[in-house]
């Protein structure tokens, strides 16, 4: 806040007397997305529309939706990584379609309707503590994970985290999208409820368990905050699935009821276009989309890592079917059946 | 005067136009509701398919429907144009089970669905979208509760599909319209060959060839040439009354012309001066006739030749007082008591033509001045009528028979006597201008004494 | 006097030589418009023959040349017989009498002594035919040099008759110069010509009435 102050009163210094008389244009933007890691790329926006004057809230997910649909005014844009919710609500017809060349030139896979866009691309990873590695072959794949949960039962009880698919939208989304890959899922659900799993909030309560050492191994953390994570917590080992590895990504669309939406389309264009790429791809760990960025964090560089085995979450109408309240019923009927189902 | 009045092609372009602008509005109105009609069965069935496949996944349990919502049926619903998406399970009390149209489906579409399948297009929020409803018995062990489905979507698909299909036949239809319009050029030229053919067969005909026309030509040309021919018929008529007229005034012209020769001939034998001072009175005489004779030759010529716009507005009092003021003045009149009775103070207006007008009178007064002896008196004048004015000329010489007076316009009749220097042309003359005008000659014997003759004239209306 | 006579038919031009010359007259003869023209530009004619229809243009366009002058030269127009507009244009033109082919010499000799004989008058201000003589100047008539003692209108009256010497006086002319354009009994004008026709009786002059028309001086021919 006091930078960007700061940022307004070196720009009224050196702009002419003209813009000094306008004032700046809000523009309000809720998102379920780190401030902290997305600080580069709203510095930049800042930087490049000295005339909009940013106002960034960081949330959970379920708080961006509600304020998505009951706060008024609206939101200008509308950021969240609970990607069903987003395409329910853009279904429901709470977003207008963008129309700017970034918008226009976006790849086809990550966008739905022109009205909301996948902007990042986050492997979704298995992390575990180096120690582990002292008594068994650490987990490269979803099966590994499965084979050493039984095979080490008795030293990992207890010592397991992941999502709760009830209490997040995320775990619930990415535990829904492993079960329509793989049918063994189930069992690995099985293995974990028998290992006593713990079930977190957020990728980040699950990182500072395996920090402190009450976890030895989290299952289906957010690749992008877990890999910065362990930039400066060397006891953590990040490993993304050789089998398959889900990539989940934010959505991003400007609400329908906007108060601002020219700042609101500037603002979602920045994010597509290349500049904001480029610092997604170098400044943060939530790697670029678009294929001709370079720098440490783009999905070319995933894919040269991981191969082919990518499976992003698709952006299409096939969501809906996650937040359908039935089908969600039937999940966690199954869930909760399935995680007992090794007690003794 | 022939005034070019647009080409035919013009013509039958404008009429084909007007055709295709109605003919075509039909049918673009048509290709317009087919092709909606097209997309919204081609999309319809998207719709049904949703349908089916979340009816496949509808299990019961504990009475009541448990549904894990194939996501495949979503994507059949959204289509490649990514549509949003409504769906609804209810209930046999009409609840939504799942869904998220909100209660959006009234009872009477539920009502409606429960015998067949049914496709609507309705607002919901603000938006038309397309919704399609199928009722459901159930399978399973305990409910006998039928379920609905109400699935539906968007309507961009269906609009882009159908203005794709209209603009396509939009082009076929141009295109033929195009093709129809070359073609009708084609048919213009070959129509019109007919036409060429009758001009070229005028074109190389000699200027007095009357003949009548031979040509084959089509059915709708006949009346054209018919009509022609009717017209070359006229002008053959015409050319024959000329020349008997022509002959006619050459014989006329021949008598004087002989006697000349014979009276001149004669005195050129003799070696009397008394001789020749009697042939050369004679030739003087004679000469006189035959130059007035001529000249109302000219005039009779003239009046059948002259145009029928050179009518004006004449005051026919002023006329007739200048042109009798004009006869006073010359020799011909100088032993005969020529006037004027009192005109009427206001003017009398006529449609005429002044110098036919005057060469009537002329006629009139040359006519008595000829058939009257010298010192009789002869006397013109203006009489008004309700709408008529009547111009008339008395004398007190000796008039004519009664058996002659119905003959005495004819031409070349002279009231049975040969010997003064009339041609009997005068009254024909005056009957000639006055037919032009539309006025009535009449001629009468005036009890006692003379002649009357009178021309009623029908008079303009005053002017307010 | 000097006539000029335009006429391009020969025939017709020697008839009409035949007939002006011997009244103590010089005639020159021209066929053509041009020729006319030349003679016209250094040479004063008393009066002018002109025949309208000449190979090389029409008379009317002498006619009207020589008025644009200023030349008062009197013109006696010849027109063919059914040439009426082209008269009423003569005259317009300024034309002073006109004739139709065919004329009788008698009537061309009768027109051409009028015409000359008002020239002759215009020249030295005062009418004359024949005998009668009136002065506008001093508003005296004479008749064979003596003075006639004549009341205001019948003065008057003898004027107009002399303005129209040899030709028809229009009545409503005569009638206007006399009582002014009041309403007049039909005998009025009547009155006054009776007395005159007295005073003029055996001067070899008389007045004709034309009935309706208006009245004539002429020579008496008895």
């Known amino acids: 806040m006091l930078r960007r102050w700061l940022a307004c009163l070196l720009l009224a210094g050196l702009a002419p007397p003209v813009a000094v008389a306008q004032s700046p244009m809000p523009l309000v933007v809720e998102a379920a997305l780190d401030r902290q890691v997305v600080a580069p790329l709203l510095a930049a926006f800042e930087r490049t529309h000295p005339d909009i004057a940013l106002v960034y809230h960081d949330r959970s997910t379920l708080e961006v939706d509600r304020r998505a649909r009951e706060v008024r005014p609206a939101p200008d844009v509308v950021i969240s990584s609970a990607m069903p919710w987003q395409l329910a609500r853009v279904n429901e017809g709470l977003a207008q379609p963008l129309h700017s060349d970034e918008a226009h030139d976006w790849p086809a896979w990550a966008k739905w309707r022109n009205e909301v866009f996948g902007f990042t691309f986050e492997p979704i990873v298995t992390v575990y503590r180096l120690d582990l590695a002292r008594y068994m072959i650490p987990p490269t794949t979803h099966a590994d994970l499965q084979t050493i949960l039984t095979s080490h039962q008795d030293r990992l009880r207890g010592r397991v985290t992941t999502y709760s698919p009830g209490r997040s939208g995320v775990g619930y989304t990415l535990f829904q999208q492993d079960a329509r890959y793989s049918p063994r899922f189930w069992d690995l659900v099985a293995a974990m409820g028998a290992a006593e799993v713990s079930l977190e909030d957020n990728t980040q309560a ?63 264009s920045f994010l597509l276009g290349v500049e904001g790429q480029r610092i997604l791809a170098g400044s943060t760990p939530l790697f670029s989309v678009l294929p001709e960025v370079i720098g440490p964090y783009t999905a070319q560089r995933l894919r040269d890592q991981v191969g082919e085995r990518l499976y992003p979450i698709p952006i299409n109408a096939s969501l809906l079917a996650f937040v359908d309240p039935l089908r969600r019923d039937a999940f966690m009927a199954r869930w909760n059946r399935e995680i007992s189902i090794l007690d003794p | 005067m022939i005034v070019v009045d647009g080409t035919l092609k013009r013509r039958l372009a404008a009429w084909l136009l007007a055709t295709v602008g109605v003919l075509g509005a039909f049918l673009l109105l048509e290709a317009y509701t087919s092709a909606q009609r097209a997309a919204d069965r081609a999309y319809d069935s998207q719709l049904e398919a949703a349908g089916l496949t979340i009816a496949e996944a509808i299990q019961w349990q504990d009475g009541r429907p448990i549904v894990e919502m194939p996501a495949a049926a979503f994507q059949i619903l959204a289509t490649d144009q990514q549509e949003r998406v409504f769906y609804a399970i209810l209930d046999a009390a009409g609840r939504e089970v799942t869904g998220n149209l909100d209660g959006a489906v009234k009872p009477a579409w539920q009502r409606a669905a429960q015998t067949e399948p049914v496709w609507m297009t309705v607002r919901h929020r603000g938006t038309p979208i397309r919704l399609h409803g199928r009722e459901l018995t159930s399978a399973g062990w305990e409910s006998l509760d039928p379920v609905q489905i109400w699935v539906g979507h968007t309507l961009s698909g269906r609009e882009a599909l159908a203005s794709d299909l209209f603009v396509r036949a939009l082009t076929r239809f141009l295109a033929m319209v195009l093709l129809a319009g070359l073609l009708m050029l084609l048919a213009i030229r070959t129509a019109l060959g007919p036409v060429r053919r009758l001009r070229q067969l005028l074109r190389q005909r000699d200027a007095d060839d009357v ?119 010359r020799d011909v009149a100088q032993h005969h008591d020529l006037g004027l009775a009192p005109l009427p103070e206001a003017p009398l207006r006529i449609q005429g033509e002044p110098w036919s007008l005057r060469e009537m009178i002329g006629n009139l007064i040359d006519n008595a001045l000829r058939y009257t002896p010298p010192g009789s008196e002869i006397t013109l004048g203006l009489e008004r009528q309700a709408d008529t004015v009547t111009l008339g000329i008395e004398d007190d010489g000796p008039g004519v028979g009664d058996s002659l007076l119905d003959r005495l316009h004819r031409p070349f009749e002279r009231a049975g006597r040969q010997d003064t220097q009339g041609s009997g042309l005068g009254l024909a003359i005056v009957e000639s201008i006055a037919r032009r005008h539309d006025a009535v000659l009449s001629v009468r014997n005036v009890p006692g004494h003379g002649l009357w003759v009178g021309i009623r004239f029908p008079l303009l209306p005053e002017e307010a | ?46 009066l002018i023959v002109l025949d309208l229809g000449l190979p090389d243009g029409n008379g009317l366009a002498l006619l009207g040349e020589l008025r644009e002058r200023g030349d008062a030269t009197p013109v006696l127009i010849l027109t063919a017989r059914d040439g009426i ?138």
């Open chain 1, 206 to 268: 699950m990182l500072d368990g395996l920090s402190e050492g009450r976890y030895w191994v989290g299952y289906n953390l957010l690749g992008s905050y877990a890999m910065h994570w362990a930039q400066n917590h060397p006891e953590l080992i990040v490993q993304v699935p050789q089998d398959y590895a889900l990539v989940m990504m934010r959505m991003a669309f400007v609400h329908r009821d906007a108060p601002h939406p020219a700042a609101a389309k500037a603002f979602v």
């Open chain 2, 211 to 329: 003949r009548p026309l031979h040509a084959r030509v089509p059915g709708e040309l006949y009346d054209m040439a018919d009509t022609l021919n009717a017209l070359l018929a006229r002008q053959r008529e015409g050319r024959d009354a000329l020349l008997r007229f022509t002959a006619d005034a050459s014989h006329q012209l021949k008598t004087p012309l002989a006697g000349l020769q014979s009276t001149s001939e004669l005195a050129l034998q003799s070696e009397c001066p008394a001789d020749w001072r009697h042939a050369l009175e004679t030739v003087h005489d004679s000469a006189a006739r035959t130059s007035r004779l001529a000249g109302q030759l000219l005039s009779l010529a003239r009046l059948r030749h002259a145009d029928e716009d050179s009518l004006a507005t004449v005051d026919l009092a002023a006329l007739l007082r200048d042109t009798v003021m004009e006869w006073a003045e």
């Open chain 3, 1 to 46: 006097m000097r006539l000029l006579i335009v006429e391009d038919d020969p025939l017709i031009a020697r008839s009409l030589v035949k007939a002006l010359g011997p009244l103590g007259n010089t005639v020159e003869t021209f066929s053509r418009l041009a020729e006319a023209c030349a003679a016209l530009a250094h040479s004063r004619f008393d």
């Open chain 3, 85 to 222: 507009e082209e008269r009423v244009r003569g005259l317009d033109l300024g034309a002073d009498d006109y004739l139709a082919k065919p004329f009788s010499v008698a009537e061309l000799e009768a027109r051409v002594r009028a015409l000359l004989r008002r020239s002759q008058q215009r020249t030295d201000n005062r009418l004359q035919f024949g005998p009668l003589c009136f002065d506008p100047a001093s508003g005296t008539a004479t008749l064979h040099g003596e003075t006639l003692a004549l009341p205001r209108r019948e003065l008057g009256l003898l004027e107009g008759l002399l303005l129209h010497g040899g030709r028809i006086a229009p009545r409503e002319m005569l009638e206007t110069r006399l009582f002014g354009f009041g309403e007049v009994g039909p005998n009025a004008l009547e009155v006054y010509i009776s007395r005159l026709r007295k005073r003029l009786q055996g001067s070899g002059l008389r007045i004709r009435t034309l009935r309706g028309l208006g009245y004539r001086l002429e020579d008496d021919p008895a």
